[in-house]
């Protein structure tokens, strides 16, 4: 009889196995926090980051126009302004023009292009936004002051109320330009949404439709639509805060001028604008706090919008148990 | 009267799939319009070979993008190297440690709301915490914002990969009396391996154009750097720096530049769709 206190090569191996699983569970676990974490650092660091300017200027932060470095007075109004501007403009285009198309893909596509549309779509949303940016600056901007500004102008320009969000000179850059790029830069990412909501719809519920008689459109609005209404909304709000947080499409061509303008072809500047041009020449602190907490007040917005969609989509998907 | 409602249907029907047809020719056409406008300014900018072997010029003069090429690998690879492994190791926390739970939701639920988060968003918090307290801009917090952003692709795709591998396979490793880190590595990412790798192609693709969080993290450099602790140029912030010039030669470049992104996003993107078309078969 041995009295030895060396482990069996089992006990070894079961041992390391332990330690080997403390180890891998624990890095698995500790990596996962770390989203969160990663979350909770952005809120804290934005929220200090812009105390001094919060402090500074109270509530006044939010509503005052005034943006100037020189005699340190910094009011967030025309960024946020020129933030939902863009996107509402982003919005009205993208909408019908995505639902068209994804009636189209779903519906109405000959089987055969069904597929080479689809993945040209998807790949589109996968090109980066510098390069809408820069096609909005070149091509698309010069069109806007030559053709489509001057006929704006002449025509909705002149009628009462309406007319004044047509007014001016045609500069070609401006609120309305960004709003038409950001629009190009979420279609492909909404069309690609809508579509796999529309057809989260069974074919068989599809079908019987078709079955009874019901016109392509019938189906769609009495079908399509009221089923995965849930999932269409929240599809137009994940665009919608890719569009308000949408930084490089916007800052080449929206104008740079921290103004409110009753005209929509006047230029402006948005959040992610301001925060591109100025941040890394911000000098003094108060400056700094400002930027930070107009991207605090970014931050809020599109997380608000986003967290609600994600909402709607998660329900969907718990509804129906697809992606 | 119901021939005539039968004709009003019709009428109905149609207009909207002349419309329908319509916007989706529109969609396709301006979306056209910009790959070729790429094409067209940016083929001349790359057919002359300088753009890969000089630096970016001086205002006014000949030059290339060869730094900010660099510089873009760099902190793509860097970041990519850092997200992957959390990334990966994150999801499979997920799916294999805690399916179902609310921790697992609520890390979901955040890691969705991060992949959809404004980018420009990221690089602040990376300023506020790895360039203000030390004083400049370096390379390291551009890949480290750039990680940031590729993280959560990478956690939903682990994810999502994970979850299709069938439970059997886990229990027959365990029934043999594997240990979990083992069955984990050797079966589930074996058999998810391909779904893996176009995670991380497509976030690859993803940090690759981003420039928003680079503005005020990596900044912009002029020359050659090596030197992680020092600002590093990107094509991106390089594009947009000449894009927004008055200078000829400059904006050649950032034409150039953008046709060369474009190109590898959409390389990449297509290489995981291969990938992955290749795993479901």
Known sequence: MTSTVSVLPQQR??????????IFGGLAWGFAITVLVLLTGVVVSLVWGSLPALRTFGFDFLVTTSWNPVTEKFGALPAIYGTLMTSTIAMVIAIPVSFGISIFLTELCPPMLKRPIGTAIELLAAVPSIIFGIW????????????????????????????????????????????????IMVLPYMVSITRDVFETVPAQVRESAYGLGATTWEVVRRVILPYSRVGVIGAFMLS??????????????VGNAARISSSILQPG?????????????????????????????LFLLTFAVIGTARLLLLRLNQQFGGH | MDAALVRTRKRRNRVVAVLSYAVTALGLLILAAILWSLVINGVSAVSHLTLFTEMTPPPGSKGGLANAIFGSLVMTGLGTLI????????????????????????????????????????????????????????????????????????VRTTQDMLLLVPNGLREAAFALGAP?????TTVSYRA????????????????SGETAPLLFTALNNQFWSNDL??????????????????????????????FLITFAVLILNIGARAIAARSRS
Do not use: C
């Open chain 1, 240 to 253: 919608l805060g890719r569009a308000l947080g949408e930084t490089m499409a916007v800052t080449f061509v």
């Open chain 2, 229 to 258: 602790t020092k600002p590093m140029a990107s094509l991106p912030v390089t594009i947009y720096q000449f894009a927004m010039s008055p200078y000829a030669d400059w904006r050649s470049l950032a034409w150039g530049g953008a």
């Open chain 2, 83 to 154: 997200a992957t492994p959390v990334g990966i190791l994150a999801g499979t926390f997920l799916v294999e440690y805690r399916r179902g739970t609310a921790i697992a939701e609520l890390v979901q639920f955040v890691n969705d709301m991060l992949v959809s988060a404004p980018s420009i968003i990221v690089g602040l918090f990376v300023y506020t915490m790895l360039v203000l307290p030390f004083g400049h801009f370096s390379a390291f917090a551009g890949a480290i914002s750039l990680a940031i952003i590729a993280l959560p692709v990478i």
């Open chain 1, 136 to 183: 909005g600056l070149f091509v698309l901007s010069p069109i806007m002051q030559t053709v489509i500004q001057p006929a704006l102008i002449a025509t909705i320009g002149q009628v009462p109320i309406i007319g004044l969000l047509f007014q001016g000179a045609p500069y070609g850059i401006g609120i309305l330009t960004a709003g038409i790029i950001l629009s």
């Open chain 2, 180 to 184: 979990k880190w083992k069955v984990i």
């Open chain 1, 269 to 297: 500047t948005t959040i992610s604008a301001a925060l591109a041009n100025e941040f890394a020449e911000a000098g003094d602190e108060l400056h700094l706090a400002s930027l930070l907490g107009l991207g605090l007040i």
């Open chain 1, 13 to 22: 191996a079961t041992r390391l196995a332990g330690l080997g699983d403390a």
């Open chain 2, 192 to 207: 998810a391996f391909q779904g893996l790798l176009t995670g991380v192609l497509l976030a690859v693709a993803r940090i």
